[in-house]
């Protein structure tokens, strides 16, 4: 990547960039190359609440500071166009102010200007500005980028880890939980004329764990249904999406979670459970706990093993087996994401 050169640039002689991943999902909305007015209108308004209130936030300090403090990015491609890389919501709020007060001094914007950066570039700096940087995108968003490197752009997973960070197991899920949304959830949202709910990323996001995944299966549902439970709202909260295969256990949690929703669930395993949890296991350090169960398990005779694989009756035990598995890998990928 060629050095930038810090210049002060006229607002009306750059472009909005429409490949923006924050704010393309809304600009999908449009048939053909969106227009300005439209790309403004995405950033200003992306869908939610959160980001209405953020773009207001930024522009008032903006206004207070009348000006930028971090210069947006800039590339000036062989064709002589100017798009922004970085930097879409400061440059429309400019051009919202120059528009309202063309006397004032929002005509230019600071900015680093790249000579005709590649594809490669343009993502190492999408990524560590939104991915790995203060100003985050939404999951969802950030899911949808990571898809179009993987399966639109055919990078190698090595590149985009050395791009975002992470690690190939978070990253295989955040795209695989996109594409859940982008398939079995659409299908369903617009057959009922539901809203799209980029919030509910999140529970798609639990469902790629493989003890859910199975559980699910196993109880004799789908992807489909998954998809049905989330848009409509049986599955309230995606901290409790880890508690779907108990659930589907239990007859009657199951009953209750099929016509409400997985929290009241959750209160029906409480009262059953209540009564078979072992006593004083908690105050165990789990250093000792987890040194007993490697024991355990090393000399764990081949008849188990063989009706751990085969026999249904021991499918709670598999599935206790298939947790601490998911549990333990998310707790080394958080210590290796601090290590680094």
Not at 47 to 63: C, F, K, Q, W
Not at 146 to 152: G, R
Not at 242 to 264: H, M, Q, Y
């Amino acid at each position: 990547m060629n050095a930038p050169k810090y210049v002060t640039l006229d607002i009306n002689k750059i472009k909005l960039d429409s490949q923006n991943p924050r704010i393309k999902q809304f600009l999908e909305n449009y048939v053909g190359e969106p227009t300005s007015e439209q790309i403004a209108l995405a950033l200003s308004d992306s869908g939610t609440g959160d980001a209405t209130t953020s773009y207001r936030t930024l522009r008032e300090s903006i206004r207070v500071s009348k000006g930028i403090i971090h210069p947006i990015v800039v590339n000036h491609t062989a064709d002589g166009t100017m798009i922004v890389i970085e930097g879409n919501t400061r440059l429309q709020i400019y051009k919202e102010f120059n528009e309202n007060n063309p006397n004032g001094t929002w005509s230019k914007i600071p900015a680093l200007l790249y000579e005709q950066m590649d594809d490669y570039d343009i993502h190492s700096i999408r990524l560590q500005s939104h991915l790995v940087g203060p100003r985050d995108w939404d999951p969802y968003s950030k899911a949808k980028y990571l898809y179009q490197l993987s399966e639109k752009d055919y990078l190698p997973m090595s590149q985009i880890i050395s791009l975002c960070g992470g690690n190939s197991n978070e990253i295989t899920k955040s795209i695989e939980a996109y594409k859940c949304m982008q398939g079995a959830y659409k299908n369903y949202i617009e057959q009922h004329d539901y809203d799209f709910e980029t919030r509910d990323f999140s529970k798609f996001l639990e469902y790629q764990n493989t003890r859910v995944k199975n559980a699910v299966s196993r109880a004799g549902f789908s992807l489909e249904d998954y998809a049905a439970w989330v848009a409509e709202e049986n599955i309230d909260k995606a901290l409790s999406v880890r508690k779907l295969p108990d659930v589907l256990k239990s007859e009657k949690a199951r009953s209750v979670f099929l016509k409400k929703n997985i929290t009241e669930a959750e209160k029906v395993l409480a009262v059953e459970n209540s009564d078979q949890a072992p006593k004083d296991l908690d105050k165990v350090p789990y250093e000792i706990l987890c040194n007993e169960l490697i024991s355990r398990l090393e000399n764990m005779a081949f008849h188990e093993v063989k009706a751990l694989a085969l026999e249904p009756s021991y499918s709670k035990k598999r599935d206790s087996l298939e947790a601490l598995s998911e549990t333990l890998q998310d707790l080394l990928d958080n210590i290796q994401r601090l290590e680094n």
